[in-house]
């Protein structure tokens, strides 16, 4: 059985997410385990494999080691027949490529620096800022509901839960809002924050090593 390290309302909580949309999680082994976090708390925990004691990151069965969210997702989706991706060959693959890719490689160096109040010219003319990645979402999705059509996708979960993390740098676009608002509908957002929950006391329950 794969093995995810996860830190309850941190980036891995998004692939808790995609496993309970799937219907997927309960062939996961999910270890909790903290992290240090942005306000000072937390702690790198012993018990997470992740090189740099950061999550997510996943073992799978042969020993493997997948790291970065997009890589863990879409290996997930893979893994279980791919129930919320074009499979190769089919339509909108190359979409789904492109927004995973996107996501690591210009939404979240954007939103970081945005909450770091990070600028230089050398990062604007390589990343570009919020708004061309407001422009990228709202050309991708047209008159879609979602990304990929008219159905959820892992490439919707990823990309909305950037905004879902911080609201507050959030295009201010009638079309993205509205489709991050979908994405959260779609989930199951009662049973991700029940888990979470769950994670919560698990972790105030372990003595630090």
Same mark, same amino acid.
């Given at each position: 059985?794969?093995?995810?390290?996860?830190?309850?309302?941190?980036?891995s909580?998004?692939?808790?997410?995609?496993?309970?949309?799937?219907?997927?999680?309960?062939?996961?082994?999910?270890?909790?385990?903290?992290?240090?976090?942005?306000?000072?708390?937390g702690?790198?925990d012993?018990?997470?494999?992740?090189p740099?004691?950061?999550?997510?990151?996943?073992?799978?069965d042969?020993?493997?080691?997948?790291?970065?969210?997009?890589?863990?997702?879409?290996?997930?989706?893979?893994?279980?027949?791919?129930?919320?991706?074009?499979?190769?060959?089919?339509?909108?693959?190359?979409?789904?490529?492109?927004?995973? /890719?996107?996501?690591g490689? $210009?939404? &979240?160096?954007v939103?970081? %620096?945005?909450?770091?109040? +990070? !600028?230089?010219? @050398?990062?604007?003319?390589?990343?570009?800022?919020?708004?061309?990645?407001?422009?990228?979402?709202?050309?991708?999705?047209?008159?879609?509901?979602?990304?990929?059509?008219?159905?959820?996708s892992?490439?919707?979960?990823?990309?909305?839960?950037?905004?879902?993390?911080?609201?507050?740098?959030?295009p201010?676009?009638?079309?993205?809002? /509205?489709?991050?608002?979908? $994405?959260? &509908?779609?989930?199951?957002? %009662?049973?991700?924050?029940? +888990? !979470?929950?769950a @994670?919560m006391?698990?972790l105030?329950?372990?003595?630090?090593?």
């Open positions: 059985m794969p093995k995810l390290f996860h830190s309850p309302n941190t980036r909580s998004r692939v808790v997410a995609q496993l309970m949309q799937m219907g997927h999680l309960n062939d996961v082994e999910v270890v909790v385990v903290d992290v240090p976090r942005h306000d000072g708390g702690r790198r012993p018990r997470n494999a992740h740099e004691g950061k999550v997510p990151f996943l073992i799978t042969d020993g493997q080691e997948v790291r970065e969210s997009a890589a863990i997702m879409m290996y997930l989706e893979e893994l279980f027949d791919q129930p919320l991706s074009p499979k190769p060959g089919t339509d909108e693959r190359g979409a789904y490529l492109t927004w995973m /890719a996107y996501y490689g $210009v939404l &979240e160096p939103l970081v %620096a945005s909450v770091a109040g +990070f !600028e230089h010219p @050398a990062f604007a003319s390589t990343f570009r800022s919020m708004a061309e990645i407001g422009a990228a979402i709202e050309r991708g999705l047209g008159d879609k509901p979602f990304l990929l059509g008219s159905e959820l892992t490439a919707d979960i990823l990309m909305a839960s950037a905004f879902q993390w911080a609201p507050q740098f959030m201010d676009s009638t079309v993205i809002k /509205a489709w991050v608002k979908r $994405v959260g &509908e779609t989930m199951d957002g %009662a049973a991700l924050q029940a +888990f !979470e929950a @994670a006391e698990q105030a329950a372990v003595e630090p090593a």
